[in-house]
Nanobody
Framework: VQLQASGGGLVQAGGSLRLSCAAS????????MGWFRQTPGKEREFVAS????????AYTDSVLGRFTISRDSAKNTLYLQMHSLRPEDTAVFLC????????????WGQGTQVTVSS
C-alpha cells in the first residue's frame, strides 16, 4: 500500500486545516488507518485512528473536540479535519495503514507539515 498525504500548511492559532491521505495498492486489505505527528527531538505521537470497515475512531486526549478523523472508502482516502489549532499542534503529520492480520501500522506516508503561528 502506498500513502500520499497532503493538506498541510501555515495557519494562525484558532484556524483550521484538513489533511488528506490517499491510499493506493492493496487497499482491499486495509483494517485501520491513523494519523500521527512528529516534532524534532520528540517521539512520534499518535493523533487519531479509524477502522476502515466500521469507522470506529480513537483520539489522543489533546485533540478531542478539535480534530475529526474520517474516511471515504470509495476514494480510499483518509482525512483529518483540524479546528481550533494551537501552536503546540505544529508538527509533521503522517498517515499510516494497518492491514488485515497485522498487529501494527505497516505502511507510512511521507508526512505533511502543519505550522500554527501564535
Amino acid at each position: 500500500v502506498q500513502l500520499q498525504a497532503s493538506g498541510g500548511g501555515l495557519v494562525q492559532a484558532g484556524g483550521s486545516l484538513r489533511l488528506s491521505c490517499a491510499a493506493s495498492g492493496r487497499t482491499s486489505r486495509l483494517l485501520q488507518m491513523g494519523w500521527f505527528r512528529q516534532t524534532p527531538g520528540k517521539e512520534r505521537e499518535f493523533v487519531a485512528s479509524i477502522t476502515w470497515g466500521l469507522g470506529n475512531t480513537a483520539y489522543t486526549d489533546s485533540v478531542l473536540g478539535r480534530f475529526t478523523i474520517s474516511r471515504d472508502s470509495a476514494k480510499n482516502t483518509l482525512y483529518l479535519q483540524m479546528h481550533s489549532l494551537r501552536p503546540e499542534d505544529t508538527a509533521v503529520f503522517l498517515c499510516a495503514a494497518r492491514m488485515l492480520g497485522r498487529s501494527s501500522y505497516e505502511f507510512w506516508g511521507q508526512g505533511t507539515q502543519v505550522t500554527v503561528s501564535s
